[in-house]
């Protein structure tokens, strides 16, 4: 899919990753070059391709530490499933896009309302106490981030797909932004409840559309 989505743009010079795991994914995209960031990536990423980097540091010490004209064609955002993080990390990588850039979110869809408690240790000891196994998908409250985007950032879109294999969320900006972007209050945000929010499916704010059409979507943009 993130190959899919670089075939789109106008250019696949640079990609970011944040939250590369075992590098399933990150090892599998194809673009000039390919950054990675991780607290503690689970493979051996000392034997990857000149064009790669692994930056092992917390996401919040790499955006602090890179270079302000540092751009990306797009990045994948997939660490902490928190909304706190996730918007940190959504923000700074706004501000260093290509103003063709899409930034790909993994996570916003939570499967149930156990999945959707922000903490994981807090998630899997409900799901060990309800349903007696500690084995729970967990997805957090990024799905506050869409909520949070759709009511603060009007110069963003945001379009979600429920598949391949799970919902994702893509976001571009449809204009450059007049400086830069940055984080708004989230009061209202944070009052919201996954169970009230999800009572009817996936909210309206999210967008959902087929993959092709989103493919579509970004490519017939203009600059
Ligand atoms: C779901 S996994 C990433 C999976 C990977 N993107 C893939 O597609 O295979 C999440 C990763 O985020 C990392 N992570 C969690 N919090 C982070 C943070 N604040 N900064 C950087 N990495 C973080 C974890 O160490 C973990 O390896």
């Known amino acids: 899919m993130i190959n899919k989505t670089l075939d789109a743009l106008p250019q696949r010079s640079n990609y970011l ?5 075992k590098g399933a994914t990150f090892q599998n995209v194809v673009s000039g070059v390919k950054w990675g960031v991780d607290i503690e990536p689970s493979f051996d ?32 955002i997939d660490a ?18 290509e103003k063709w850039g899409v930034i790909l979110l993994d996570d916003t869809v939570p499967q149930n309302s156990i999945a959707a408690i922000p903490s994981e240790a807090e998630s ?39 598949g391949p294999s799970r919902p994702r969320t893509f976001m571009w ?3 450059k932004f007049d400086s830069k972007m940055n984080l708004e209050s989230a009061e209202q945000v944070s009052s919201l409840t996954y169970d009230e929010s999800f009572k009817f499916g996936i909210p309206e704010q999210f967008g959902v559309r087929e993959l092709s059409d989103v493919l579509e979507e970004i490519r017939k943009r203009s600059f």
């Not at 990753?17 to 795991?21: D, L, N, S």
């Not at 902490?80 to 260093?96: G, P």
């Not at 349903?131 to 998908?137: A, E, L, R, S, Y």
């Not at 967990?138 to 909520?147: F, P, R, T």
Request: aromatic share 12%; charged share 25%; net charge positive.
């Open 45 to 76: 990423y000392s034997k990857l391709p000149k064009n790669t980097r692994v930056f092992v540091q917390p996401s919040d010490t790499f955006f602090s530490q890179l270079a302000g004209d540092k751009k990306f064609d797009m990045v994948y």
């Open 173 to 175: 900006a449809n204009k």
């Open 17 to 21: 990753e944040v939250g590369i795991f």
């Open 80 to 97: 902490e499933h928190t909304f706190a993080q996730a918007y940190r990390e959504l923000v700074h990588s706004f501000n260093h896009l």
């Open 124 to 162: 899997k000891e409900v799901a060990l106490r309800m349903h007696g196994t500690c084995v729970w998908p967990h997805q957090g409250d990024v799905w506050k981030l869409i909520m949070q985007v759709r009511e603060k950032h009007e110069n963003i879109t945001v379009r979600t797909i429920v």
